[in-house]
């Protein structure tokens, strides 16, 4: 194999493993805010224990995600030193300020965050669990920024740079703000409030269908699934915002999730088979002009097709297809979820039906597997280019790396990536088995009355 | 002053402060086999505990500033050192997982093969380090498209191993330390007799790799030459090693810290003036060496990137004091820890 597809392979799984983690410290960093802020205000200890128990679970993903996320770093550099010379100048001050802003902030607060029960006062605890819970979406924002300009580039110009081409900034805020990043990062923060939301729902249904830890997992249901209903509708919104952005922006790449090949007024599918070659969607069913509808409000007006692109500059259709039908699924299923959920907690209904306490179990999985397919569709949909017509992937590669060199890497990625994974969940099972420490006493209720929800 | 060296000047500061901070917590690793007994172990890991993963933070940011103001230096470094990167790669996560793992299980030998891991990925990290900045000493093989034409085992030469393992010495001595202020008793008093034998390991490193450089690459002595006020470093850089011992003496165990955190800093800049202001020397062919002019971003560039480093820079310093004030004084196990 030559090294461009071996770099790609690398790439995809780091990336890939990496992206399980960071959406998890997002959301459930969120939910932390809320589980002390009760605490704090109410002084009722279950949210105490409520609390300290999701953050051993969260200092153990946020530690995965650091270490893999320094893989990431690297990798731009070893594997693609063509496209780190040509997007540096751009690309750097994003993450310059991802490492200064957001990096240093998350890492530091963590550490009272996760050591600091019995060392600091509960508001400067309480502080450090906001600081790091807003420097995790603050790496999220940098990072976003970097990739949406690969997407839509702007606020730069291309300079001959020694007998070599980059892309030079012009405009700081145009480069920030350019056409995608705004839809893209709302997008990608409500997936992770979901990945976080789903994760706490999953582990409490877990505790009430074995029957303990009740009132522990009662309360953080509630907790978890105010924000899973807030994120999921909010995340219907952000979508059908983003898709209407690619349409202008990157009308290759909308053509390619929907299987549209002529110019003409689309259809909307909800599921179907790309045939490439005969350039039609098989076994489709879909809703006639509906594409058209949701992008410009009427049935009747074409929408570009991939015909209007050269072959060479078409992204791999059937794969993008099938990955952005299955993330709009999944998408539909956790609002439906959450809904669900949300009705059936009326008198606590919630609570004695075994069906959708063991649906919420699983259901955990759902938006890490939205989270993936999502960003299948995001990158491959951008194929084949690594930044939006101006560098080709296959030009981006290193020069000086061969193929035996990057065989040997994926190996040890293989490797450490498994270990990794297997530790992961090994300790994640643990730490749920063994539950909360329960840390209240007689003086659980010392302020009863001053509590938001009632008790169960 | 122009941008160029400003920032010249902040990637040093990004890599001193990761020499100074992860050095410790690298040679408190590298010595964690020499403690003996489950307990005293335990304290060895938990008295980096708290702050490890915050100090590989600077690594993080200086590879991030070094992509940001030195794309091509860090493309060529990067691609050109792939196989050592993958294997740095490689044993940072492997001495995290240690670090995760090492406590949860009862086992003695659970324990004590991840202490090892826990140790040996420390030592291979300083090697790997210290090789790393070897090269940029002695050269590497670039072409005129600013791209390596080495290979791996031709970074391996005998001049660059040395400064391996001159840093491994001098982060263990500079770890012994830490361990000193870290903990009380008889652990404490082995920790202070390791500081010594430390001392002197790194001690004879030291002079071997001075006198080495100025026969072998005088280059690196020529700005000192010009400009003879450089010498005061080199002086205060002996200083700050001879005071090591006699505040351990005295019983300032953080003064010793200090002292030799000024040293690793002394070093870097007797480092970074000799190299300047080439940031990957080329050898043979010095004249496609990549320089903090040839390889930099855009004046615009180097400019936005000063502001946000202004902004950030006093956020950054004050929550490192903070947290390290916060985990100030002995290593108490409890519940949270590792």
Same mark, same amino acid.
Request: hydrophobic content about 55%; charged content about 10%; aromatic content about 14%.
């Given at each position: 194999m030559d090294t461009e597809i071996l770099s790609r392979i690398q790439f995809a799984f780091t990336i890939a493993f990496h992206y399980i983690y960071p959406p998890i410290s997002i959301g459930l960093g969120v939910l932390l805010v809320i589980m002390e802020g009760m605490y704090l205000r109410t002084g009722n200890k279950i949210y105490e224990n409520i609390t300290r128990f999701w953050i051993k679970i969260f200092s153990l993903v946020f530690a995965i995600?650091?270490?893999?996320?320094?893989?990431?770093?690297?990798?731009?550099?070893?594997?693609?030193?063509?496209?780190?010379?040509?997007?540096?100048?751009?690309?750097?001050?994003? =993450?310059?300020?991802?490492?200064?802003?957001?990096?240093? =902030?998350?890492?530091?607060?963590?550490?009272?965050?996760?050591?600091?029960?019995?060392?600091?006062?509960?508001?400067?605890?309480?502080?450090?669990?906001?600081?790091?819970?807003?420097?995790?979406?603050?790496?999220?924002?940098?990072?976003?920024?970097?990739?949406?300009?690969?997407?839509?580039?702007?606020?730069?110009?291309?300079?001959?740079?020694?007998?070599?081409?980059?892309?030079?900034?012009?405009?700081?805020?145009?480069?920030?703000?350019?056409?995608?990043?705004?839809?893209?990062?709302?997008?990608?923060?409500?997936?992770?409030? =979901?990945?976080?939301?789903?994760?706490? !729902?999953?582990?409490?249904?877990?505790?009430? !269908?074995?029957?303990?830890?009740?009132d522990f997992a009662k309360k953080s249901i509630k907790i978890a699934l105010s924000l899973a209903v807030f994120a999921s509708l909010f995340q219907l919104f952000t979508g059908h915002h983003s898709a209407s952005g690619i349409s202008t922006n990157q009308p290759a790449k909308l053509a390619a999730f929907e299987g549209h090949y002529n110019t003409s007024p689309a259809p909307l599918y909800l599921s179907g088979w790309v045939n490439n070659r005969e350039q039609k969607v098989e076994f489709g069913i879909a809703i006639p002009g509906m594409l058209s509808y949701l992008i410009y409000g009427d049935t009747e007006k074409p929408v570009k097709g991939l015909n209007e692109f050269k072959p060479e500059d078409r992204p791999p259709v059937n794969l993008v297809f099938q990955s952005y039908h299955l993330m709009v699924a999944i998408g539909m299923a956790l609002i439906g979820i959450s809904l669900l959920s949300l009705f059936m907690l009326r008198n606590d209904f919630l609570f004695r039906n075994k069906l959708m306490l063991k649906i919420l179990l699983i259901s955990v999985l759902l938006p890490q597997f939205a989270n993936q397919l999502g960003w299948i569709s995001a990158e491959v949909g951008r194929q084949p280019w690594i930044v939006y017509y101006l560098l080709r992937t296959k030009d981006a590669l290193s020069k000086s790396v061969t193929s035996g060199e990057v065989i040997f890497s994926l190996i040890l990625f293989a490797l450490i990536y498994a270990l990794l994974f297997v530790l992961f969940l090994f300790l994640l099972d643990r730490k749920i088995k063994h539950g909360p420490d329960d840390i209240s006493g007689a003086d659980a209720v010392y302020s009863e009355y001053k509590e938001i929800f009632q008790k169960n | 002053?122009?941008?160029?060296? %400003?920032?010249?000047?902040?990637?040093?500061?990004?890599?001193?402060?990761?020499?100074?901070?992860?050095?410790?917590?690298?040679?408190?690793?590298?010595?964690?086999?020499?403690?003996?007994?489950?307990?005293?172990?335990?304290?060895?890991?938990?008295?980096?505990?708290?702050?490890?993963?915050?100090?590989?933070?600077?690594?993080?940011?200086?590879?991030?500033?070094?992509?940001?103001?030195?794309?091509?230096?860090?493309?060529?470094?990067?691609?050109?050192?792939?196989?050592?990167?993958?294997?740095?790669?490689?044993?940072?996560?492997?001495?995290?997982?240690?670090?995760?793992?090492?406590?949860?299980?009862?086992?003695?030998?659970?324990?004590?093969?991840?202490?090892?891991?826990?140790?040996?990925?420390?030592?291979? %990290?300083?090697?790997?380090?210290?090789?790393?900045?070897?090269?940029?000493?002695?050269?590497?093989?670039?072409?005129?498209?600013?791209?390596?034409?080495?290979?791996?085992?031709?970074?391996? &030469?005998?001049?660059?191993?040395?400064?391996?393992?001159?840093?491994?010495?001098?982060?263990?001595?500079?770890?012994?330390?830490?361990?000193?202020?870290?903990?009380?008793?008889?652990?404490?008093?082995?920790?202070?007799?390791?500081? &010594?034998?430390?001392?002197?390991?790194?001690?004879?490193?030291?002079?071997?790799?001075?006198?080495?450089?100025?026969?072998?690459?005088?280059?690196?002595?020529?700005?000192?030459?010009?400009?003879?006020?450089?010498?005061?470093?080199?002086?205060? &850089?002996?200083?700050? %090693?001879?005071?090591?011992?006699?505040?351990?003496?005295?019983?300032?165990?953080?003064?010793?810290?200090?002292?030799?955190?000024?040293?690793?800093?002394?070093?870097?800049?007797?480092?970074?003036?000799?190299?300047?202001? &080439?940031?990957?020397?080329?050898?043979?062919?010095?004249?496609?060496?990549?320089?903090?002019?040839?390889?930099?971003?855009?004046?615009?560039?180097?400019?936005?990137?000063?502001?946000?480093?202004?902004?950030g820079m006093p956020f950054v310093v004050s929550y490192t004091v903070i947290i390290h004030k916060v985990y100030k004084g002995k290593v108490r196990i409890d519940e949270t820890s590792y």
């Open positions: 995600g650091v270490a893999t996320g320094i893989v990431m770093e690297f990798e731009f550099g070893t594997n693609w030193a063509t496209y780190s010379r040509f997007v540096g100048d751009v690309f750097g001050s994003a =993450l310059a300020a991802e490492g200064v802003f957001a990096f240093f =902030l998350e890492s530091g607060f963590l550490a009272i965050l996760v050591f600091g029960w019995n060392r600091v006062s509960p508001k400067m605890h309480f502080f450090s669990t906001i600081m790091v819970s807003f420097g995790s979406m603050l790496s999220a924002v940098w990072i976003v920024v970097a990739n949406s300009w690969q997407q839509t580039p702007a606020g730069y110009h291309i300079v001959n740079n020694g007998g070599f081409l980059r892309a030079e900034i012009t405009d700081f805020w145009a480069m920030v703000f350019n056409p995608s990043s705004v839809d893209r990062l709302l997008h990608t923060l409500s997936g992770a409030w =979901l990945t976080g939301a789903f994760l706490v !729902l999953s582990v409490s249904a877990y505790y009430i !269908l074995k029957n303990r830890h009740q | 002053m122009d941008l160029n060296i %400003i920032w010249f000047i902040l990637v040093g500061v990004l890599l001193t402060g990761y020499a100074i901070l992860d050095g410790f917590d690298l040679g408190v690793g590298a010595l964690h086999l020499l403690t003996k007994g489950d307990e005293d172990r335990r304290i060895s890991i938990n008295s980096i505990g708290p702050v490890w993963d915050g100090n590989e933070v600077w690594l993080v940011t200086a590879g991030g500033a070094l992509f940001a103001a030195f794309p091509d230096v860090y493309a060529t470094v990067f691609s050109g050192f792939y196989t050592a990167f993958m294997l740095l790669l490689f044993v940072l996560i492997f001495r995290a997982v240690a670090i995760e793992f090492r406590s949860k299980q009862e086992s003695k030998h659970w324990r004590n093969a991840w202490d090892i891991a826990f140790s040996i990925s420390s030592i291979i %990290i300083a090697l790997l380090m210290g090789t790393a900045l070897g090269n940029i000493i002695t050269g590497i093989s670039l072409g005129p498209d600013k791209e390596f034409s080495g290979t791996f085992l031709s970074l391996l &030469n005998p001049y660059s191993l040395m400064i391996g393992i001159t840093t491994t010495a001098l982060f263990m001595m500079h770890g012994s330390i830490y361990l000193v202020m870290k903990t009380e008793g008889e652990l404490q008093n082995q920790a202070r007799n390791r500081v &010594n034998n430390t001392i002197i390991f790194f001690s004879i490193c030291f002079v071997t790799v001075t006198m080495a450089t100025l026969i072998y690459y005088p280059g690196m002595a020529a700005h000192f030459k010009d400009y003879p006020v450089f010498f005061i470093i080199a002086i205060l &850089n002996m200083l700050a %090693i001879a005071n090591i011992p006699r505040e351990i003496h005295l019983g300032r165990n953080f003064r010793a810290f200090l002292s030799s955190s000024a040293t690793i800093g002394l070093l870097m800049i007797l480092f970074a003036i000799g190299i300047f202001p &080439n940031l990957v020397f080329s050898n043979p062919n010095p004249e496609y060496s990549l320089t903090i002019y040839n390889a930099a971003s855009s004046q615009k560039t180097l400019m936005i990137m000063l502001i946000i480093a202004i902004i």
